[in-house]
């Protein structure tokens, strides 16, 4: 059965204070790994899909990167706005469509 | 907008009373999906339609749910015989390749 799970479970940071979310995964056949953002209230917002170990992905403030075995969220000099659940998905090889999501991580921006 | 659309946003309800969902994707998109998410996790996956076939079924889709796709265009999630169980935000996404992009969400309470 394939799982994700994601560490912390929340995270509060200073206004422009790095860091990194952990998402570590099993699955029969990575077809991608998926992240997410979401607010409350709100569905998942897409981020980025990664592929293959070794790859990387950036948009604004967040990369993505991907190994055999985890898959990494780094936040960069990061904003109030950028407050938010982020969410790790996999969707494993062999004819699967649905996505298997971690709990999230529950990040705080303070100003 | 263009996103997918889900109504209605909110749903109270009485226990034992029968409950439907309307999702509509984001057109040219021909999957579509539908998830269960608690406060406090993430998405689980109920099921996937490509066009008007049902082609996947998660375990967690007891009998007294239904999901429809009748023309390949919108769906509908029936939940016959409410239980207070059943009380959680219902997720609907759509997508052509590999990336599903998520509505906002049916918000079901269960008295």
């Known amino acids: 059965e394939d799982q994700v799970t994601q560490s912390p479970e929340a995270l509060r940071l200073q206004e422009g204070e790095s860091s990194s979310l952990n998402c570590s995964y099993t699955v029969s056949g990575l077809r991608g790994l998926f992240w997410y953002r979401q607010d409350p209230g709100k569905g998942p917002e897409f981020l980025f899909t990664?592929?293959?170990a070794g790859e990387e992905k950036e948009k604004e403030r967040l990369k993505a990167t991907l190994t055999k075995k985890e898959s990494f969220l780094h936040i960069t000099a990061p904003k109030p706005e950028d407050s938010a659940t982020y969410l790790c998905?996999?969707?494993?090889?062999?004819?699967?469509?649905?996505?298997?999501f971690g709990t999230g991580t529950r990040l705080t921006i303070i100003p | 907008d263009t996103g997918v659309s889900q109504d209605p946003r909110h749903k109270i309800t009485k226990r034992g009373q029968n409950v439907t969902f309307r999702c509509d994707p984001i057109s040219e998109h021909n999957r579509l999906y539908w998830y269960r998410q608690t406060l406090g996790q993430g998405p689980e996956f109920l099921t996937y339609f490509q066009n008007e076939a049902q082609l996947e079924k998660s375990r967690l889709l007891s009998d007294r749910f239904s999901a429809e796709r009748p023309k390949g265009s919108f769906s509908t999630l029936e939940i016959q015989r409410t239980e207070q169980g059943d009380s959680a935000m219902y997720l609907c996404?759509?997508?052509?390749?590999?990336?599903?992009?998520f509505g906002p969400g049916t918000r079901l309470t269960v008295l």
């Open positions: 996404a759509s997508s052509r390749n590999n990336e599903q992009f």
């Open positions: 998905a996999v969707q494993a090889n062999f004819g699967n469509e649905k996505l298997t």
């Open positions: 990664l592929y293959s």
